[in-house]
């Protein structure tokens, strides 16, 4: 158990969370937030090697929570896949760019399978 890779999910859609915990709990250990500032509270904790975030949440926004986690030396370097059911517009995608930890941008509309795919690649640093 020990050795398997951490995933956070940070997302304030609950039927999206038990779809990560059916995808991702056999392979990964996963832990689950569905705020960002409960969130950013599980990344300092947990530590997680990727994190799925979702944009639009009550409390803190998706951009505000890669910038909070990129400003702390101790959660800096954990990679980011931006999912969200909302489109994502030109200028949040420009302003999460400029973010060397968000490496995916996804729709939660994605199909399992790329999904999970996606998570792979990252975990396994196809995707820097």
Not at 63 to 75: E, G, H, M, Y
Not at 77 to 91: F, G, H, R
């Amino acid at each position: 158990m020990a050795d398997k890779k951490k995933i956070l999910v940070v997302d304030d859609n609950e039927p999206f969370i038990e779809l990560a915990k059916e995808i991702f709990s056999q392979e990964f250990r996963l832990e689950t937030a569905l705020n960002g500032f409960e969130g950013l509270g599980k990344a300092l904790t947990f530590l997680p090697d990727l994190i799925l975030l979702d944009i639009n949440m009550p409390g803190i926004t998706g951009i505000d929570f890669v910038r909070k986690l990129s400003a702390n030396p101790q959660t800096a370097q954990i990679p980011v896949i931006v999912i969200t059911a909302s489109d994502y517009n030109s200028l949040t995608q420009s302003l999460l760019r400029q973010e060397h930890n968000v490496k995916v941008f996804m729709t939660k509309l994605s199909p399992v399978k790329v999904i999970s795919e996606k998570v792979l690649a990252v975990l396994n640093k196809d995707i820097l």
